[in-house]
Each structure stands twice: as structure tokens, then as C-alpha cells.
């Protein structure tokens, strides 16, 4: 929940352009305000504003527009100074929260004409490194399918549900919270889902998810007896012990643990990671095509999908030794 009073006038326009024009997700705005919040606070004190030494408490709305027209691009170089060398920072984290200034300055400059002169319009994003994602092995895939459906799981059938669509569709865990059962296609096999800002696409069920989902809904609770609320949980397909929309944090709890029954490493491994798994496997065992990969990852450049298309080391393997020329 954004608290927006405590922010200033411009902040909360800009949260509102973004809903409204720009389509963002709520999840995005949430984002966004909290990256813009910590930059306010921060420039603050850089610019001697406060005697307040405690990020949490200094009060932005003593920001103003004319403190605005003060920042430069090297007070913003500061500042990611500070995330990387005070906060330690990743350079993923650092090139989100840069991406958020660059699109709030923007809007300042250019919609709300509070700037004449945009400080980060020439604001780079720092170089990222290039690592081939975490993923699940085969094998690890079906121990964790055999303990999410363990009989000793009194959720059994629902978070085996969870798990094989995670597995088999590479979902992300907004897109899987939100399913609703009106959204699914039992007929023809497939379901719609919202993906990132706000995009709607059609995820395909094989078999497998097909089963699990229907298994599953055998035994899920009836509509009369699920809480009816802002998150519309009598259509959700996935319920809690509440009997509410599973959340997203109940989910990660669930994988978490099924992970470690299953003796992977739970502290390397999460819900996103099941994501990259699906992609792999898909990759590694189906001769998926990239651009068909990327329509059913839902990712809006290709190059975000080419991080799936690494090959294991046995592939390598593999292919040096069916060399004609191995055997000479």
C-alpha cells in the first residue's frame, strides 16, 4: 500500500501518470515509489536540507519543486554512488532504481513541465554482468514434483498444482497468484494470464498441468465458504488455509520448503528460479524455438530470453565428442 500522503504533490502525480498513461502495474508503482522515496531522502541531506541522519525519517514532502530544479546529474551520480558503495548495491539493483530516476525526470521535464532541463537525460545504466541463470536439473524438477504431491502434504494436490505449473509454463509468481478459473480454457487447453505491465498473452497447458489443475480442483474449497474480498477471492483458483487468494508470499513459503524436502538448496533456489527452470527444460529438451520461447516467457526484447538458451555442461560434452575427429 502506497502511503501517499507523505509524499510530495509531484511524487504523487507522477505515481498516477504512471498508472493511468504509462499502464504500469501496481507492483510497478509500488517500485517505483519506494526507489523515488529513498532518492528524495537522500538528496536531502546531500543538499543539507535536513539534520536528520535516518533515511526512514526524513520528511520529503519538505522537497520542493525549486530543490528539484537544483539536481544535477552529478548530485544523481552521488546518489548511486551511495547505493553501490554504502549500500552495496548489485548493479542489477542499481540499474532499476537508475531506470525509475531516468523515467521520473522525464516526466518532470516533459509532461509536467516542472523542469526546463532533464539532469538525467544522459544518465547511463552501469554494465551488467552476463550469468547464466540458476535452474533445476531434470531429476531435481521430479523430486521436487514428488514431494510437493507427498502424501504427508495435506495441501497436496493444490501445491502440486503450483508447482507443475511453474515447472511446465516458466509463470511468474504475479501471473500465478492471479489466475482466476474463469480464465482458464478447459476445452481447449489453455489459460490467459497479466503479465508485466499490465499485458495479457495465453499460456498453453500440456497434460501434466491439465491433470494437476483438475486433480486439484477436486478438492478445492467450495465458493461459499472463500472469503469474499477486494481480491476477488471466490473466483482465484488457487486458495489458501484462509480460504482467500493464495498471496505471493504464502507461494515462495511453499516452494521454499518443498525445496528443501526435496534437499536442494533452498538459499540459491526460489520461485523465479523455477521460472528459468521451465525455459531451460523447454529449451534444453524440446528444440523450443526463441522467438517461441520468448512469446511464452512474455518478454518484451528477445535478448532477455537469449539467458535461457545457455547449454549444460554435458551438451558441451556431447558435442566434443561426436567430433569426427574424436576417434582418430
Excluded: W
Excluded at 501518470?17 to 510497478?28: A, C, D, F, H
Excluded at 525519517?57 to 539536481?71: A, P
Amino acid at each position: 500500500m502506497i502511503q501517499k500522503e507523505k509524499n510530495p504533490e509531484y511524487l504523487n502525480s507522477f505515481l498516477n501518470y504512471s498508472i493511468t498513461i504509462l499502464n504500469k502495474s501496481p507492483n510497478s508503482v509500488k517500485e517505483y515509489n519506494y526507489d523515488l522515496v529513498n532518492f528524495l531522502r537522500y538528496m536531502m541531506i546531500h543538499f543539507k536540507l535536513t539534520k536528520e541522519t535516518d533515511l526512514q525519517k526524513i520528511d520529503i514532502t519538505l522537497f520542493t519543486e525549486e530543490d528539484l530544479k537544483k539536481i544535477t546529474l552529478e548530485d544523481i551520480h552521488s546518489y548511486i554512488s551511495h547505493l553501490a558503495i554504502d549500500n552495496k548495491s548489485k548493479a542489477t539493483t542499481r540499474a532499476r532504481k537508475i531506470s525509475t530516476i531516468r523515467i521520473f525526470f522525464k516526466y518532470l521535464s516533459q509532461k509536467a513541465n516542472i523542469l526546463k532541463i532533464n539532469p538525467a537525460q544522459n544518465l547511463e545504466t552501469p554494465k551488467l554482468e552476463k550469468r547464466m541463470p540458476k535452474y533445476l536439473s531434470l531429476d531435481d524438477s521430479k523430486r521436487l514434483l514428488d514431494v510437493a504431491g507427498h502424501e504427508d502434504n495435506r495441501n497436496a494436490k493444490r501445491d502440486y498444482a503450483i508447482t507443475t505449473l511453474f515447472l511446465n509454463c516458466g509463470m511468474r509468481l504475479s501471473e500465478l497468484v492471479g489466475i482466476n478459473i474463469d480464465d482458464i480454457d478447459f476445452e481447449e487447453c489453455k489459460m490467459t494470464v497479466i503479465g508485466k505491465g499490465n499485458k495479457e498473452r495465453t499460456i498453453y497447458l500440456n497434460r501434466a498441468c491439465m491433470f494437476a489443475i483438475n486433480d486439484y480442483l477436486s478438492s478445492r474449497p467450495s465458493k461459499t465458504s472463500i472469503k469474499h474480498d477486494s481480491k476477488n477471492s471466490e473466483k482465484a483458483l488457487f486458495i489458501s488455509e484462509q480460504k482467500k487468494r493464495i498471496s505471493n508470499r504464502t507461494v515462495q513459503t511453499i516452494i521454499h520448503k518443498e525445496l528443501q524436502l526435496a534437499g536442494l538448496d533452498a538459499k540459491k533456489l526460489s520461485v523465479h528460479k523455477l521460472r528459468h527452470t521451465a525455459a531451460t527444460l523447454m529449451y534444453q529438451y524440446g528444440n523450443v524455438d526463441i522467438r517461441a520461447l520468448q512469446e511464452l516467457l512474455g518478454h518484451q526484447s528477445i535478448s532477455t530470453t537469449e539467458i535461457y538458451t545457455h547449454v549444460s555442461n554435458e551438451q558441451v560434452r556431447n558435442a566434443v565428442e561426436s567430433n569426427p575427429l574424436a576417434d582418430l
